[in-house]
């Protein structure tokens, strides 16, 4: 599998992939960050994942940045360089799914559109972690599909809620 942790930070999700036999690449934008990394021997394809348009990946897993709706640009573009039949996991704040504002809004009918989830954590999820933050978050899992089933959908052979169906029973 090819897999990417986008705004890898000192790389903890990255080193949870390399506990079970994977080798993530990783994008980060700090400098001090990115030295860690290298120590790590991860493979660095970029500093800034905004910019990043090379390559698709199976898996990419990530904790987008909160500020000011960056979550929701950088999932989006995530979903860009996703493969066919690939899977993007995201921690999101919650504000994404409460705000009024047109980004907000523009980004739930799209995570709708595309069939992807977002399901609660638990209050206070990060507040004892390296983090340490208490923003409330949700886990967002969006599944492309593959090109002959995208290809369906857009001919309206397969509904979204089908096309939903599908991607619940076949999750990794």
């Keep these: 599998l090819k897999i990417l942790e986008p705004s890898a930070g000192a790389g903890h999700i990255a080193d949870a992939l390399r506990e079970r036999g994977y080798s993530p690449d990783v994008i980060e934008t700090s400098g001090t960050l990115r030295g860690i990394l290298e120590e790590k021997g991860y493979s660095l394809i970029a500093d800034d994942f905004l910019e990043n348009s090379g390559g698709k990946y199976d898996r990419i897993i990530m904790t987008p940045p909160f500020e000011k709706g960056q979550d929701m640009t950088h999932v989006r573009h995530a979903y860009s ?3 066919p039949g690939g899977r993007l996991v995201a921690i999101m704040s919650e504000g994404s799914f409460f705000r009024s504002d047109k980004k907000s809004t523009e980004f739930r009918d799209w995570l709708e559109k595309v069939g ?3 399901d609660r954590l638990p209050e206070g999820t990060f507040a004892d972690s390296d983090v340490q933050t208490s923003v409330n978050t949700r886990v967002v899992t969006i599944d492309k599909p593959n090109i002959s089933l995208a290809a369906s959908i857009e001919r309206g052979e ?4 089908t096309k939903t169906i599908k991607n619940r029973l076949t999750k990794v």
């Design 81 to 83: 360089q996703l493969a």
């Design 158 to 161: 397969v509904n979204v809620e």
């Design 116 to 118: 992807g989830t977002a």
